[in-house]
């Protein structure tokens, strides 16, 4: 799983953050030993086999809990706009991004992030100090969608960093993946006052922008991360814990609804559905032929 000798720290972090997820040994250090191996697990009173038992070689302690854990509480329920202000790209445009080269997807990127950082769409852009544009390759096979810029976020331009970012870190490692290999986006791109969740209307302005960053990546798989995220990409106000556990699709890009990382940060042992949605990645990227 490691490239070089991890540090004692490093094993030490990764066998903890598996120890919550309720596994009690692994087979092997690498995920192309254990992705075939694990056990079905019950979830919500049904039974769910997420990969073949051929060869169990992971063992979980206890039995998964019969309901998801309780979603984090926003104070007020989004209420989305049905159109994007941007409209999303033509059948026509993404098959021409489809066959675009790394470089050339690049390009598009960074012609989008100029853009963005001029952007005068919602009031968010008379506060913000810089813009969240996006971070990693614009070869990504996977596209995490977090929700909008903390304080260190917009300190740095980078998304998904800050309190949860080493837990995170580990998410990534768990699939054998990293930062730079992954592409990491927010919906919306600058920073709300006091870090409050973003505003319908805030949403409404820069989703298009999102949508735009998605048709030209043409990931794999997309992992939303987060209420916000969720709802932007799949419409209507359901919570997370209603729709995670489920494979939808977004244009075609099978998508993994999944709590944001800074709530898996703060909820202790109840990080075990992170596990099984990282399970459902691992799948959706054997099944597509990429891992």
């Not at 692994?26 to 995920?31: I, N, R």
């Not at 870190?169 to 919906?187: C, I, N, P, Q």
């Not at 916000?228 to 209507?236: C, E, P, R, S």
Request: a positive charge.
């Amino acid at each position: 799983m490691y490239e070089s000798e991890p540090s004692l720290g490093e094993i030490c972090h990764t066998i903890s953050y598996w120890r919550e997820c309720g596994v009690a040994f692994l087979a092997g250090d690498h995920p192309a030993v254990w992705k075939e191996s694990v056990h079905s697990v019950q979830e919500r009173g049904r039974e769910k086999k997420f990969l073949p038992q051929s060869q169990p070689g992971i063992v979980f302690k206890g039995d998964v809990p019969s309901v998801s854990p309780k979603e984090p509480v926003y104070p007020v329920p989004l209420q989305l706009v049905e159109k994007p202000s941007l409209p999303p790209l033509s059948e026509l445009e993404r098959i021409h991004f489809s066959v675009l080269t790394g470089a050339e997807r690049a390009g598009a990127l960074q012609k989008m992030a100029h853009e963005v950082a001029v952007c005068q769409r919602c009031g968010l852009s008379h506060l913000r100090k810089q813009m969240v544009f996006g971070y990693g390759s614009p070869q990504a096979r996977v596209v995490f969608v977090g929700e909008s810029p903390g304080e260190q976020e917009e300190a740095v331009g980078l998304p998904f960093v800050g309190p949860m970012e080493k837990f995170f870190d580990l998410m990534l490692r768990a699939v054998d993946l990293k930062r730079e290999e992954v592409y990491l986006v927010l919906v919306v791109k600058c920073r709300p006052p006091l870090d409050r969740n973003p505003q319908p209307g805030e949403i409404a302005m820069c989703q298009g922008y999102l949508f735009n960053q998605l048709h030209i990546l043409q990931p794999r798989v997309i992992m939303a991360m987060g209420q916000v995220a969720i709802q932007t990409l799949l419409g209507g106000t359901e919570a997370v814990g209603r729709v995670r556990g489920r494979v939808v699709h977004w244009q075609g890009i099978p998508v993994i609804p999944t709590y944001h990382p800074k709530y898996y940060f703060h909820a202790g042992g109840r990080k075990r559905a992170a596990w099984e949605d990282l399970i459902r990645l691992l799948l959706i990227l054997k099944n597509s032929g990429q891992q």
